[in-house]
């Protein structure tokens, strides 16, 4: 019978040829272009250039489905929106996600919980970016009494 010991020595001898090799490579990292100084920021554009894309704005727009004094936002009533809303400021295309989302308004309020709606557009930054969002979360809110639409945007790069 061998002992736990000598079972385990031909996996370490793996791990630490695995650990050399690693080694020997980043050693070897000289070769290839020495990467900017931490903290420098690298140009969205020469990232996504290497990317094959190019910059973009990723948004996601969050839509709460209960209505205020009772109901849900219905199937019919979303497409609606999207198409009379949503659709004609991003005619070149959005994905919508269903989720289950939270809310609180305010620390002495009740948690909300509701089923809820979240669009993602990748958009190229625009002046007009910013009121087309406003445009859709105002448009939202009113049609559906809602006390607000969540958004959340990021920067970075897409390639289609």
Request: aromatic fraction near 8%.
């Amino acid at each position: 019978m061998r002992s736990s010991r000598a079972a385990g020595a031909p996996a370490l001898r793996a791990f630490a040829l695995l650990a050399l090799g690693g080694t020997l490579l980043a050693g070897m990292s000289g070769c290839a272009e020495a990467p900017p100084p931490s903290g420098a920021m690298i140009a969205a554009s020469d990232f996504c250039t290497g990317t094959r894309g190019h910059p973009a704005t990723f948004i996601t727009l969050a839509f709460g489905l209960s209505i205020p004094g009772g109901g849900t936002v219905s199937a019919e009533q979303w497409a609606d929106f999207l198409a009379r809303v949503v659709t004609p400021r991003f005619p070149a295309g959005f994905s919508v996600i269903e989720a289950q989302g939270q809310w609180q308004n305010g620390t002495a309020a009740p948690v909300i919980r509701e089923k809820s709606r979240l669009v993602w557009i990748a958009a190229q930054e625009s002046r007009a970016l910013d009121s087309k969002l406003d445009a859709i979360r105002d448009a939202y809110k009113k049609q559906f009494n809602q006390v607000s639409v969540a958004a959340f945007t990021q920067q970075g790069c897409a390639s289609f």
